[in-house]
């Protein structure tokens, strides 16, 4: 499950004194003008100077009525855009659009951040949200990898900004499911590539998996198709080559025992029962 972080700031602002204020949306009857109404009443009882604004936008993070919040915040930055306050609500703002998970919006308002603010107390923390606004629309690897890519571009850029922080821990962790996600994407187009006996193109899937997602669980796999396809092509030296590079390299794995029984008369599969084997299945058929 994802760990939404909370920024820095808002953990120094818990302390502030709860100010007046009603739940938004209880009884709204889906009418734009109703809600403006109840907007108008509920700002009539907070204090409209930066500060007040600011407090009322961080209670209502921890009441989880975000879109209040980016409310108050983006209020600061239009009525009071040259208080001290007006910067830290514009990292706020982005914070709320990201937990209500409008990550397009986070983004747009971290990219501004980020170029306004370049050397902000917490730009690392920016940065890091940033990534994770991408990373949090990464869909399965059955779907386009796009989103991935930029989500790896981004933690990558964490990571080397701000290497020694807790943020770049985490983000080298991300980087590798995310690179997962980018191999299991390749080992999907490269099993319907098989299936459909375009062994050329499948074995520049198998490979790329090999050569650049090295330390992803799919690397065995990879290893045995390219077997698998050598040796229908009658290339058996080459077959020979990938289930040693597959023995050398995951000598326990079950794809090395499969890999073994194609190249070893009497040599028994793998059993049909072990881990994984209806998640592959599932994968080849689909």
């Known amino acids: 499950m994802m760990i939404r972080r909370v920024p820095p700031l808002l953990v120094l602002c818990l302390g502030l004194a709860a100010l007046p204020g009603c739940s938004w949306f209880g009884n709204w009857d889906g009418k734009q003008s109703s809600l403006d109404a109840e907007r108008r009443v509920v700002n009539a009882t907070v204090d409209q100077t930066p500060e007040g604004l600011y407090a009322a936008g961080v209670e209502a993070l921890q009441a989880r009525r975000f879109p209040a919040a980016v409310d108050y915040f983006d209020q600061i930055e239009r009525e009071h855009p040259y208080s001290t306050w007006a910067t830290n609500a514009k990292l706020m703002s982005a914070y709320a659009e990201y937990q209500r998970n409008r990550y397009t919006e986070a983004i747009g ?20 949200l940033r990534a994770l606004s991408y990373y949090e629309q990464i869909a399965d690897a059955q779907r386009d990898q796009r989103t991935t890519e930029q989500a790896l571009a981004a933690l990558q850029d964490v990571v080397n900004r701000f290497p020694d922080t807790a943020y770049a821990r985490d983000a080298r962790l991300k980087i590798d499911l995310g690179r997962d996600h980018l191999a299991g994407k390749e080992m999907n187009v490269g099993r319907f590539y098989q299936r459909q006996r375009l062994y050329a193109a499948a074995i520049g899937r198998f490979r790329r998996v090999v050569e650049e997602y090295q330390t992803t ?23 020979r080559k990938s289930a040693s590079v597959l023995g050398h390299n995951f000598p326990g794995s079950p794809w090395y025992q499969d890999s073994y029984a194609l190249l070893v008369a009497g040599a028994e599969r793998a059993p049909e029962d072990r881990p994984g084997l209806v998640r592959r299945a599932w994968n080849w058929v689909f």
């Open 109 to 128: 308002a971290l990219d501004r951040f980020i170029q306004l603010h370049p050397a902000h107390r917490d730009i690392a923390y920016a940065f890091y």
């Open 217 to 239: 669980n799919h690397v065995p796999e990879a290893l045995h198709r390219l077997t698998e396809i050598y040796l229908t092509l009658g290339l058996t030296e080459e077959a």
